[in-house]
């Protein structure tokens, strides 16, 4: 069952037009907004599945990080938040917290529970 995406030349009104099989669409299309004929078909938005490993895979890609300026606490919180949100994980309450203080500004101090030291020491998400 085919949905196609139209704009109204006269109007310029995007629509959805769900038809019931392929044999079903139609060549003349009305546009609901005006009732104009001339609607030019657009190319849809579509979704490619990817494996968890893939994903995974994309999210580490250095492209990821070119626009994070490490010692700006807000862009480092404003990463934090799209790589949770990419995972789909609950990463907890200690990291909500940890980057509500980076998006007013606070940069944690190395040390400090929950951020990690740069021997290995304690992780950020613990």
């Not at 769900?18 to 979704?47: D, H, I, N, P």
């Not at 990463?79 to 995972?87: I, L, V």
Request: hydrophobic share 35%; net charge negative.
């Amino acid at each position: 069952m085919p949905i196609y995406e139209y704009r109204c030349a006269a109007c310029g009104t995007r629509q959805s037009v769900f038809f019931r099989s392929y044999s079903a669409v139609a060549s003349e299309v009305k546009c609901r907004r005006c009732g104009a004929t001339e609607m030019r078909k657009l190319v849809s938005a579509f979704y490619a599945a990817k494996s968890e490993d893939a994903h995974l895979d994309s999210l580490a890609d250095p492209a990821n990080f070119g626009d994070v300026d490490e010692n700006d606490p807000r862009s480092v919180a404003k990463w934090a938040r799209r790589m949770a949100r990419e995972t789909g994980e609950d990463l907890g309450s200690e990291f909500d917290e940890m980057v509500d203080r980076m998006e007013s500004g606070e940069m944690p101090e190395e040390g400090e529970e929950g951020v990690a030291a740069p021997d290995g020491g304690e992780d950020f998400l613990d």
